[in-house]
């Protein structure tokens, strides 16, 4: 069984209005499996040293990813951009911002 949680910054008093209408820099916390991979900085050192993660920039946010791997997020995002460039292609951006 997959479980996935996904924590939005309450934005109105309607949970539905709230999970349609929220954007990337509403997104306070993301857990995959138990293990939380994303979010706001503050969220994510409740279950990890600063060390741990890594900063992105979402829409003039700053949040944090987890990224479990040998290489950071940066490195990989970084060799699937060279990757992709050698095929004429182009890695899409992490989030579209809106006004």
Known sequence: MHRRLLVLRESNNDPFWTATHSTPE???LVIINGEPIYGDPKMMQTFFDTEQLES?????????????????????????????????RTLAPLSECGN
Do not use: P, Y
Not at 59 to 68: A, L, R, T
């Open 26 to 28: 509403d997104v306070m």
């Open 56 to 88: 992105l920039d979402i829409c003039g946010v700053e949040k944090s990813i987890h990224f479990n791997s040998q290489t950071s997020f940066h490195q990989t995002q970084k060799l699937l951009k060279n990757a992709l460039r050698r095929s004429s």
